[in-house]
């Protein structure tokens, strides 16, 4: 069964920075589509990006500009590069994986922007 385990969740003061990991096992990492979700408490769980197979990286409105999505295929390991973090951007963060159809997340890491 696909797992995705993510780290590098924390508190940081905003204006920081902070960078996510999501490691991919038992799935052909170069060949799906992996992301970030994230879900504030209270609220629903939002895409933040997304890196796809064909090479695109589309970034919601609310951290375009501010994140960066990157992946490396020979380690299976997805990265979120977070800058000049708000206390909007606190939430817990999910690995997503969509392999052969089939939604896959991690366990979630938690951020904390305190202001």
């Known amino acids: 069964q696909v797992q995705l385990v993510e780290s590098g969740g924390g508190l940081v003061q905003a204006g920081g920075s902070l960078t996510l990991s999501c490691v991919a096992s038992?799935?052909?990492?170069?060949?799906?589509?992996v992301g970030w979700y994230r879900q504030a408490p209270g609220k629903l769980r939002e895409l933040v990006a997304l890196?796809?197979?064909?090479?695109?990286?589309p970034y919601s409105d609310s951290v375009k500009g501010r994140f960066t999505i990157s992946r490396d295929n020979a380690k299976s390991t997805l990265y979120l590069q977070m800058n000049s973090l708000t206390s909007e951007d606190t939430a817990t963060y999910y690995c997503?994986?969509?392999?052969?159809?089939?939604?896959?997340w991690g366990q979630g890491t938690e951020v904390t922007v305190s202001s």
């Open positions: 997503y994986a969509s392999v052969s159809g089939r939604n896959y």
């Open positions: 038992r799935i052909i990492f170069s060949m799906n589509t």
């Open positions: 890196a796809t197979s064909g090479g695109s990286t």
